[in-house]
C-alpha cells in the first residue's frame, strides 16, 4: 500500500492560515487521498478527499500537486478548535472484486497541529 | 440523529480476563472496523466487516475476536491472549465505498488492572 509522509507537528497563531504538506511519492493513478483530523480523546473526523483536482469545502482546501505525489491541505483561519492531530491518508477505492486494500484507512502518526492564541 | 455509539467510555479490566466492547451503529453503513491507538501513535486496524456474518482480520488481530450477526452491531472482545490490551479502541463504519464517508465512534478507553 502506498504510505504517506507527514511532519510531527506544526504550530500557527490564531486567525492565521495552516498548510499541513503531505507527502506520497509512491500513489497509484487511483489512489484517493484523504484528511482526518482527531481531536483529544475523540475519534477522527472526516475532513476532505481529492483524487486530482484541489478541493475545497466548508472545513478546508486540499490543493493536490499536480504529479499527484503531494498534496497540502489549508485552514485558511486556524481557531483554538483546530488544534488536533491530521492524517492523511491513501485508499484504493473499491475494486470490482474484494481485495486487501479496499475500503481500509492506513492511518500513520499524523501532524499535531498546536495553534497559539 | 444518525451516528456511532460506543459503550463503555471507560473500562477497567483484571488480568486474564476476557471484556466486550460494544460498537452500534445506525448510519445503514455494510462496513464497520475495529481500530486500537496506543499514546502519541496512529490507528492500527484490528478487524474489519464488509457485510454482515462476514469480517477480517486487519494489521494487529491477535487476541482479539468479533462478530457481525447484525448489520448495526459489531462488537470486539479482547482476550486474555491479547498481552498488552491497555489502548485506546475505536470503532468506525463506512458506507462501503473504498474508505469514503468514515464515520467514528467517540471510544472506549480499556485499563488492565
Known amino acids: 500500500d502506498a504510505k504517506t509522509t507527514q511532519p510531527n507537528s506544526m504550530e500557527s497563531n490564531e486567525e492565521e492560515p495552516v498548510h499541513l504538506p503531505c507527502n506520497h511519492s509512491?500513489?497509484?493513478?487511483?489512489?484517493?487521498i484523504h484528511w482526518y483530523r482527531q481531536l483529544p480523546s475523540q475519534g477522527p473526523e472526516y475532513v476532505i478527499h481529492g483524487l486530482t483536482s484541489n478541493v475545497n469545502n466548508r472545513m478546508a482546501s486540499l490543493a493536490i500537486a499536480e504529479d499527484r505525489k503531494s498534496s497540502t491541505l489549508i485552514l485558511h483561519r486556524a481557531t483554538l478548535r483546530d488544534a488536533a492531530v491530521y492524517y492523511c491518508?491513501?485508499?484504493?477505492?473499491?475494486?470490482?472484486?474484494?481485495?486487501?486494500?479496499?475500503?481500509?484507512?492506513?492511518f500513520g502518526a499524523g501532524t499535531q497541529v498546536v495553534v497559539t492564541p | 440523529d444518525g451516528g456511532i455509539t460506543q459503550s463503555p467510555k471507560y473500562l477497567f479490566r483484571k488480568e486474564g480476563q476476557n471484556v466486550t466492547l460494544s460498537c452500534e451503529q445506525n448510519l445503514n453503513h455494510d462496513a464497520m472496523y475495529w481500530y486500537r491507538q496506543d499514546p502519541g501513535q496512529g490507528l492500527r486496524l484490528i478487524y474489519y466487516?464488509?457485510?454482515?456474518?462476514?469480517?477480517q482480520k486487519g494489521d494487529i488481530a491477535e487476541g482479539y475476536s468479533v462478530s457481525r450477526e447484525k448489520k448495526e452491531s459489531f462488537p470486539l472482545t479482547v482476550t486474555s491472549a491479547q498481552k498488552n490490551p491497555t489502548a485506546f479502541y475505536l470503532c468506525a463504519s463506512s458506507p462501503g465505498t473504498g474508505g469514503f464517508g468514515y464515520t467514528f465512534g467517540s471510544g472506549t478507553r480499556l485499563t488492565v488492572v
Open positions: 466487516s464488509q457485510i454482515v456474518n462476514d469480517f
Open positions: 509512491t500513489i497509484s493513478g487511483t489512489d484517493y
Open positions: 491518508i491513501l485508499s484504493v477505492p473499491c475494486p470490482p472484486e474484494p481485495t486487501d486494500s479496499w475500503g481500509k484507512l492506513q
